[in-house]
């Protein structure tokens, strides 16, 4: 089994390492197939070591698999470890699993591109990144990975590196997580000084002595961890880099920014859930902030013009779901949404992503219209991935939201708070999700798609639909796999590694689940009053002017980016420039040049001393020797 | 020895010494700047002489005939140097002779 | 007798010397600075033979009226006019400058002479009949100095060549003609 998990990590390591040593004796195609079935391997080894774990009992099923001792210093001893327990191998699988079927979907995607086997060698390198995060067998290792899928981010945004605002974006997305970064690594460093250690089990084992419960330390930690989640995962207040990610390629977004990269905030809290449990209020917070997500993120995502920017604003907002859920210590929950969330959010990335290609680049959805004619599978695979999202069942994120709130409903009075936080966002994402549905593919189809569709002879390239339906599938399959009230396999298998709560039973149970299926069907229902039908125009502008002032502010995305600029970008570039003006240039630049000038001028004017008239040097020699003279006489 | 004492002859050769400084000095003229210098040389070995007589050694005697010596081959070579600059065309000024510095 | 002889023939030789140094350095005339110039050798020859220095004496009047200063003369002739270089001008801070220069050189000198050694210079010892003859300065030159006197005739060996190349106008260099051409 530790060989399984060692050669899931390092294939895709190794297609990085065949496609860059390469170069361009690789065919293009033969580039994303090598990094595609890379991937492949990886998931079949994760299968492995799935059923090796099943097989054994329940508390045994954990092991850590060390190859080197990389850090050494006095009693600390980092390894370069590996670890197989449940939670990793769970994620293992999502990533690896939906990794193949997004990377397989690039294939045909970037076909043709200039660079394109730079872009699947940076894709097997997020994989390889993230398996490390998933698979790190200590803090250590997790935050090496933690560290290269930022930086695997930061090289498939602006992997179009020509555009400025791809640019910009990219750096946008890095500094954001590099302040995560930061005070993950500050948590790091507490833990490191009061537990002696990194490893999972010393640092949980030694975490409730050497920090006590709800200390300053505890909190310290806590806090650190969560900055670096929230940062990863794009939570408030570090969430403004998102949107802006979507410069990327759609199979990036799809992978990165909606199935993957931006769960990592929740696998964390859920595998460091012993310390935020020593620090309760920090666990509260990391809940609320979840809650202000949704919402949040929800009505921004009302008034977005770009596909792609609706559906990273859904990502933000059903991250926000998970982060209620662990927050509140229902991982289980947590984690089984991000799996299912993976698929129908991926299903939906690519979809629209065929989309995007059938009418060569566009995004703009007020240029699209009546496209369900044309790309029919496309419309429904759109439509599973949306019922999906607005958790209707029998689709997969009706099971896992439901567990979602349910476990919220079961936590007392912040519970409830958050659980309608929850409903209204259920509301909110039924309704942007299909606003964006019937605006994209409802008739009559707009000018601008008539003139520019074209498609190949089935709606896209066979590399692409095929991985798209396998997540159609799941999407509808999915779900099954924990039912509230009936059966929880995930909480089961992720129990010895993180202890779930209790759900609600009984009457709330059954009162949550249809309260948010009401509002999600309501929220259905006012969009396709708005959107679905074309002769409503005057219904919408009424809609529209009512609300006139709350679109502004939504379009506006609250106005963070604009306060984010004005208290930390501002005040930088003018320290900076105040720096190079005052401090440097006089005090560095100009010293050395006054420095040189000062002594060519010294020079010129002893060298005005050679004149060059020998009466003049004769003078000098009598008057020496008269003073010569003198000297020598007093001296005597 | 008759006559006045050698500290006599030596002043008498620091003054001579001291016009053919003044001579090397003041004049712009090549020529008379090499003839204040034979001066200048003269009153060296005036003194070398003076010294000699005052020690009963002749060596200083032969010292002096040495200069002597020197003191022609200069003289031989400034003319030269004075004629080819004339042959040039070049002014015989020693102001104006500048060419050699740094 | 003999003492008051000596110190006559001294001041008339010394004051004769500085008459005519002063006429060397003051004279507009080159030639007139030459002519002075052999008056000056004359009477420092004269001073040498007071000091009993016969051959230096000799060779003086021999070497250098003799030779140097026909040389002088030979030069001034040649460039006619334009030996006449104005006198001094330029600059006045030099003229200044020199002034003070050489009066100091002479007075400090004096100053030592006087102060410092005074007493000592008055012992002479008496010295043999031959000193300063041909004949012990050449058996000098044989023996002890040897070595300057086969160097002073070096020198003379090289200022002659050099004072011959100085002089002379170099030929234009002729090409003899290359192989190939006709």
């Known amino acids: 089994m530790d060989v399984a998990a060692w050669i899931a990590l390092c294939s895709p390591a190794v297609a990085v390492g065949l496609i860059a040593l390469a170069g361009e004796r690789m065919p293009r195609r033969t580039a994303g197939l090598v990094a595609a079935g890379a991937t492949l391997v990886s998931f079949a080894a994760s299968v492995v070591c799935l059923v090796a774990l099943a097989g054994r009992d329940a508390e045994d099923r954990s092991e850590v698999s060390t190859v080197w001792t990389w850090l050494s210093a006095g009693d600390l001893n980092v390894g370069l470890s590996v670890l197989v327990d449940p939670l990793s191998v769970f994620m293992m699988l999502v990533v690896s699993g939906v990794g193949f079927l997004i990377l397989t979907y690039a294939i045909g995607y970037m076909a043709g591109d200039a660079e394109e086997r730079r872009y699947h060698a940076y894709k097997a390198l997020f994989v390889f990144s993230m398996l490390l995060l998933v698979q790190g067998g200590n803090l250590l290792m997790l935050l090496c990975g933690w560290g290269m899928v930022g930086l695997s981010s930061y090289l498939l945004i602006n992997f179009w590196h020509a555009r400025r605002s791809a640019v910009e974006a990219g750096k946008k997305a890095f500094i954001m997580n590099a302040f995560g970064d930061a005070t993950f690594a500050l948590a790091l460093f507490i833990l490191v000084q009061h537990t002696g250690s990194l490893d999972f089990d010393v640092v949980f084992a030694r975490a409730p002595e050497a920090l006590g419960e709800s200390s300053a330390l505890a909190i310290l930690v806590a806090l650190g961890l969560l900055g670096g989640a929230a940062a990863k995962s794009a939570q408030i207040p570090l969430h403004t880099w998102l949107p802006d990610a979507m410069e990327g390629p759609t199979p990036v977004s799809a992978l990165i920014h909606a199935a993957t990269m931006v769960t990592a905030g929740v696998y964390l809290i859920a595998r460091t859930s012993p310390l935020f449990e020593l620090a309760p209020s920090i666990s509260d917070l990391a809940a609320i902030l979840g809650g202000v997500t949704i919402l949040v993120a929800g009505v921004i995502a009302l008034v977005q013009t770009d596909i792609k920017r609706v559906i990273a604003y859904s990502t933000m907002s059903q991250i926000g779901y998970m982060f209620v859920a662990v927050g509140l210590g229902a991982y289980g929950a947590g984690m089984f949404h991000l799996m299912t969330h993976a698929f129908f959010k991926a299903l939906l990335f690519m979809a629209a992503g065929v989309v995007i290609h059938a009418l060569a680049g566009e995004q703009d959805i007020r240029r699209m219209g009546g496209l369900a004619h044309e790309l029919p599978w496309t419309y429904r695979f759109f439509l599973i991935g949306a019922l999906a999202l607005a958790a209707i069942p029998p689709f997969a994120g009706f099971f896992s939201k439901d567990a979602i709130l349910a476990s919220a409903a079961n936590s007392g009075g912040l519970g409830w708070t958050l659980w309608s936080f929850g409903a209204i966002g259920a509301f909110l994402t039924a309704l942007y999700t299909f606003r964006l549905l019937f605006v994209v593919f409802r008739p009559p189809m707009s000018d601008f798609a008539r003139e520019h569709l074209h498609k190949e002879r089935f709606e896209g390239p066979l590399a692409m639909m095929w991985p798209v339906a396998v997540l159609a599938v799941l999407s509808v399959v999915g779900g099954f796999l924990q039912v509230p009230g009936l059966w929880h396999e995930v909480d089961d298998w992720l129990g010895p590694a993180a202890e779930s709560i209790e759900e609600a039973t009984g009457v709330t149970a059954w009162f949550s689940a249809l309260a948010a299926l009401g509002l999600a069907l309501l929220g259905i229902g006012l969009a396709w009053r708005l959107y679905g039908r074309p002769s409503e125009a005057p219904a919408r502008l009424r809609a529209r002017r009512f609300t006139g002032w709350f679109a502004h502010a939504f379009e506006q995305k609250l106005w963070f980016d604009r306060l984010y600029d004005f208290l930390f970008y501002r005040p930088a570039s003018r320290l900076a420039s105040g720096l190079g003006r005052y401090v440097e240039k006089p005090l560095f630049l100009t010293t050395l040049t006054d420095l040189g000038a000062s002594v060519r001028g010294l020079s010129g004017r002893v060298a005005a001393a050679q004149t060059g008239v020998v009466r003049g040097y004769a003078l000098m020699l009598a008057i020496g020797l008269a003073v010569l003279t003198v000297v020598f006489l007093l001296v005597s | 020895m008759a006559g006045p004492g050698i500290a006599a002859y030596l002043i008498v050769s620091v003054i001579l010494f001291a016009i053919g400084a003044f001579g090397v000095l003041i004049r712009r003229s090549p020529l008379i700047v090499l003839l204040a210098l034979e001066i200048m040389l003269n009153s060296g070995n005036l003194a070398l002489l003076a010294f000699s007589r005052h020690a009963g050694n002749e060596d200083g005697q032969i010292f002096a005939l040495a200069v002597m010596v020197v003191a022609a081959s200069e003289a031989v070579v400034g003319l030269g140097l004075i004629v080819a600059m004339s042959r040039l065309r070049a002014d015989l000024d020693v102001d104006k002779l500048t060419t050699l510095r740094g | ?182």
């Open chain 3, 1 to 182: 007798m003999e003492e008051t002889f000596v110190w006559i023939v001294w001041v008339l030789a010394a004051t004769a010397l500085f008459a005519s140094g002063l006429a060397v350095v003051l004279f507009h005339n080159p030639f007139y600075s030459a002519l002075s110039l052999i008056v000056n050798l004359a009477s420092l020859a004269v001073l040498f033979l007071l000091l009993t220095a016969e051959f230096v004496a000799a060779a003086q009047v021999l070497v250098y009226a003799g030779a140097v200063v026909v040389m002088f003369l030979f030069v001034t002739a040649y460039l006619g006019g334009r030996a006449d270089a104005p006198f001094a001008g330029g600059r006045t801070l030099q003229r200044l400058a020199a002034i003070v220069a050489a009066a100091a050189i002479a007075v400090e000198v004096v100053v030592v002479i006087v102060l410092a050694a005074g007493d000592r210079l008055n012992e002479v010892p008496e010295v043999p009949e031959s000193f300063g003859s041909p004949a012990s300065i050449g058996t000098l030159f044989l023996s002890d100095h040897l070595l300057a006197f086969e160097v002073t005739s070096i020198i003379l060996l090289v200022a002659a060549v050099g004072g011959v190349i100085l002089g002379s106008t170099v030929p234009p260099h002729h090409h003899p003609p290359s192989r190939g051409e006709r």
